[in-house]
């Protein structure tokens, strides 16, 4: 599934589950491990893993490959790495308390000359 249509896709299957606040940052040629990070909310740990799992198994039956999921027992803080593409979804205070987002948008806005050498 070409990379436009595959975000495209999982932005609809989390809004499906009602996730709330969704970013995307295109960290493409930023980062070794991956090239789109989504980050989204939900309102309980109960809310996310049922966001989580609605993820995973649509991914599935549109055969993509899920390498890595981690996070889901607790419902706090889940990761689900889809190779170029990887989600988090998170509780609104551990979001908040991480500063995930100027974190993502720090390396969405680094320069390559500003590479560690």
Known sequence: MENKIKLEAILSWLT???????????VENKTDYTDVIVVCEGSADVHNKAIANHLIDMAKENQLHVL??????FGQWILIDIGD????IFLPQT??????DELFTKVKNRLP???IK
Do not use: F, P, Q, T
């Open 95 to 100: 979001r908040d308390y991480y500063k995930i």
């Open 85 to 88: 593409l990887v989600v988090h």
């Open 16 to 26: 499906d589950k009602k996730a709330e606040n969704i970013r995307v940052y295109d």
């Open 113 to 115: 000359e500003e590479d």
């Open 68 to 73: 890595s999921k981690e996070g889901i027992d």
